[in-house]
């Protein structure tokens, strides 16, 4: 049954109200095209910015309220976890077997952040001369957050409380396709008791909300999730009218190495949760697949027999695993690199067309025979595509893996240690998996080398990355007698 949508307007000041243009605009259902809802920025800044400065309540408060707090709201997230899992499946049609992986990971996000507050520390420094020097260090101020569609909501989870719990503020941009979320965590956060102005969410589209936003002169820090394109669009925004800081999470694509002596069963299974997870709409996905040569034609076998076995259906029945891809757009965009992979020479072992005439979804699909130089081997296809390539040596495939713009995402999987230690040494990736692939957690810092990114999020990361530090030096009297 399709959850009830309480929340269409903008929260700003821990109330709800119309747009100053008094535009509104449609989310649509993925699994079917049907329209879910329809539904600024000065005025979100500028809530919180005062927030923020002068006596702020938040800024100001004891940092054990603060941890009290976002933990209170933590309760509030698990408390109406059911309804954010149908609310964000109706939005974006990620399948609840996922949504409630992912839901779970964000009430923790929360908690870790939560419990971060209370833990900021200064150091102070031996200086010559008669002088006591320290450090502190303190929130950076008004931050801009801008998350994705594929999972909003444990990027608005992670992203806000991270903020939080150094004692930021905090102005969201949804995206266009999925602000459903965002709006009714944003009710919890005023419901938890967090102050006006502190978090403030503004749905809109990129190129007049993100844009508005980027380029704010009273916003000090922007945390974006996106494609590498809008990325740098971003960060050339941020240095328009004032430097600001600028954490940015872009794209992927991810090699995942199966060696010889892997385990076949678990590497075939972690391998296809790696690409099809989410309809493949994972910055992460592993979407290069090296296999060694050695048991190549038996893990390609496997490979399209368990793509073929996915259950296909509609997002919010339980059995399902497969889901659609978020809109028409991404579902064409897909399509077309199927077609490019058929056309360059890849073999096509299972999938590769459109299921039904409404709703967004695509086949899960198995290539092998694919070479670096092929299209769907280089370019990120954000879709349940995956591509197998052989390779004879270790430091062959070494090589190959680096060979890519990107650096978010790498696994291997074999039973030396040598390898994987020689492997997670020399792979360009921001996190590498071993013997398993997706494995999260809030505690482990997150973001990309190269063109996937700059900065970390999670761990003591996650909220270091809102605080600036402050060196004071006290000149002293005298030396003691």
């Keep these: 049954m399709a959850p009830q949508i309480k929340y269409t307007k903008i929260f700003i000041n821990n109330s709800w109200v119309d747009s100053v243009s008094g535009k509104t605009f449609q989310t649509i259902n993925p699994h079917d095209g049907s329209v879910n809802a329809e539904a600024d920025v000065d005025a979100a800044v500028g809530a919180a910015k005062s927030a923020f400065h002068r006596n702020s309540e938040w800024r100001l408060m004891d940092p054990s309220e603060r941890v009290k707090l976002l933990n209170k709201w933590a309760d509030l997230v698990n408390r109406d976890i059911d309804y954010l899992i149908k609310l964000e499946t109706l939005d974006n049609g990620i399948v609840v077997q996922t949504n ?72 969201v941009k949804p995206a266009e396709q999925t602000p459903l979320t965002a709006l009714a965590l944003a009710s919890l956060v005023a419901e938890a008791g967090i102050p006006p102005g502190v978090v403030n969410v503004v749905p809109g589209y990129g190129e007049t909300a993100g844009a508005a936003l980027t380029h704010h002169p009273d916003v000090a820090h922007i945390s974006f999730t996106g494609s590498l394109q809008v990325g740098k669009i971003i960060q050339q925004a941020a240095g328009a009218n004032n430097l600001k800081r600028v954490q940015l999470e872009l794209g992927g694509k991810s090699p995942l190495v199966v060696m010889n002596d892997a385990d076949l069963d678990a590497a075939v299974q972690f391998a296809a949760l790696g690409v099809f997870t989410n309809q493949g709409q994972m910055c992460i996905a592993a979407s290069r697949l090296f296999v060694q040569s050695g048991i190549y034609d038996e893990f390609v076998k ?160 996650g909220v270091e990355a809102y605080l600036e530090l402050k060196t004071v030096i006290m000149k002293l009297s005298k030396k003691l007698q």
């Design 100 to 171: 409630q992986r992912f839901m779970s990971v964000a009430v923790n996000a929360i908690r870790y952040n939560a419990s971060w507050a209370d833990k900021i520390q200064g150091t102070t420094i031996p200086v010559d001369g008669e002088a006591f020097s320290y450090t502190l260090k303190q929130p950076v101020g008004v931050c801009a957050i801008i998350i994705p569609w594929n999972a909003p909501v444990l990027f608005f989870c992670s992203k806000v409380s991270a903020a939080l719990a150094a004692g930021c503020t905090v102005v």
């Design 302 to 461: 496997r490979a399209s027999e368990f793509a073929k076995s996915l259950v296909v259906g509609k997002p919010l029945d339980l059995k399902t695993q497969h889901g659609p891809q978020i809109d028409e757009n991404l579902m064409n965009r897909v399509l077309g690199y199927i077609e490019k992979g058929v056309s360059e020479g890849a073999k096509l072992l299972t999938g590769g067309k459109r299921i039904g005439k409404t709703g967004y979804y695509v086949e899960p699909t198995v290539f092998s025979d694919v070479t670096d130089d092929m299209t769907i081997a280089v370019e990120e296809i954000f879709g349940p595509v995956q591509n197998i390539l052989k390779f004879e040596t270790f430091e062959e495939v070494i090589e190959r893996a680096n060979a890519t713009n990107y650096g978010l995402a790498a696994g291997i999987f074999t039973s030396s240690v040598e390898t994987a230690l020689q492997f997670s040494k020399h792979i360009e990736a921001g996190i590498v998996w071993v013997n398993t692939y997706l494995h999260f957690g809030s505690q482990l810092p997150f973001g990309g080398f190269k063109d996937s990114g700059i900065g970390r999020e999670n761990g003591p990361n």
